[in-house]
């Protein structure tokens, strides 16, 4: 563990005097199917997907706190639902070399298609694999005979397949362990979200995110410009990185589901803010949660906010009163 690798800058006298700002990115996220869950075993027997889930969640956190101490933000969102239409079979264009697939979206089971291409190494060309659909699942055999199967989620998102959707941010939470919350339903704020939210036109996904945190300071006095990552200097312990960040996504998408505690949240998130200006001359936090490639599992809206693959916004107290605005000069100034 690398906490505090570059501590020594937090005694340099220019760096303590200069005020400084945080630059939020997204450093990685991992989404999942909340059916996936709740219906481990209706693939097959031997094909446990909750198990796959949580052991892959237990590899993420592994992961980043071999080299740092991070606390996942979570986004519980609705979307669209989507199910393989059993009554038409896939076609091959044998011109395009494209399958075409037929699916059925939202309660009313409207119907509808994509069309994916699937590229055999092996051979150098794109090929028309053995599909075998079940309403959630595709099954594809490849040319050699590997079989692969995925829901229908995963496939559209890996495909990059455009249908128009998006997640709509129903809950934004913070944990230190992904693979046990709210994965295993002990969650007020999920179950209120299924509550609310699931029924015959929706389904619920999950998103993991970790974020980069960066101080950046200018010192006036020695024209000096200094750039630290937080987990680096541990200027701020992760647990409040965490509870900021997490509080700065709440009151930005303002879920209609998340009302409940909202004057909470703004109240601890300016007295959070207020200390850091206070210790640590931290006067603002810009975040830019955003994907260069943007396909419909990147877009997010809620009932505040339109839908975007790029949600930028500042946070600062002004006067006493906490500051939410969109847009950031921060991430503006290198073109996002």
């Known amino acids: 563990m690398n906490r505090g690798l570059f501590s020594s800058i937090l005694n340099n006298e220019e760096y303590k005097k200069s005020d400084k700002e945080w630059i939020v990115e997204l450093q990685r996220y991992h989404m999942y199917w909340y059916d996936l869950v709740v219906n481990p075993g209706e693939v097959s027997d031997y094909f446990n997907t909750k198990k796959l889930i949580v052991n892959y969640l237990r590899y993420v956190k592994r992961c ?9 933000i979570y986004f519980i969102c609705s979307r669209t639902k989507v199910r393989f239409n059993l009554k038409k079979k896939p076609t091959f264009n044998p ?7 037929h699916i059925l979206l939202g309660g009313e089971r409207k119907k509808s298609s ?17 599909i075998v659909l079940t309403e959630k699942y595709i099954t594809i055999t490849d040319p050699v005979g590997n079989l692969t199967t995925a829901s229908v989620h995963d496939f559209l998102s890996s495909s990059r397949v455009s249908l128009g ?7 934004v939470g913070y944990t230190e362990n992904p693979h046990s ?21 929706f389904d619920t996904l999950i998103y993991f995110n970790v974020f980069k945190v960066t101080a950046k300071a200018s010192s006036d006095n020695s024209m000096l410009n200094f750039m630290f990552a937080n987990s680096m ?26 009302t409940k505690n ?3 949240e703004r109240s601890e998130l300016t007295n959070n803010l207020l200390d850091m200006v206070d210790n640590n001359k931290i006067n603002a936090v810009h975040v830019g949660y955003g994907f260069e490639e943007a396909h419909d ?3 997010f809206s809620s009932s505040a906010i339109p839908p975007s693959h790029k949600h930028i916004f500042n946070v600062r107290v002004v006067n006493g009163e906490l500051d939410i605005n969109k847009g950031s000069g921060q991430f503006e100034a290198v073109g996002w």
């Open 64 to 72: 980043v706190e071999e080299s740092l101490e991070k606390r996942f």
């Open 181 to 201: 919350r709210p994965t295993n339903g002990a969650h007020t704020g999920l179950n209120e979200v299924l509550y609310k939210v699931s029924n015959e036109s």
């Open 114 to 130: 994509f069309k994916v291409r699937f590229y055999d190494e092996s051979s150098n060309r794109f090929y028309y694999p053995n």
């Open 297 to 299: 599992y990147v877009f």
């Open 233 to 258: 200097t541990d200027e701020i312990g992760a647990e409040l990185e965490g509870k900021v960040i997490e509080k700065c996504f709440i009151l930005y998408f303002d879920s209609d589901n998340q």
């Open 95 to 101: 011109i395009t070399r494209t399958v075409k697939i």
């Open 165 to 171: 959707l998006c997640s709509n941010i129903e809950y």
């Open 262 to 264: 909202k004057e909470k």
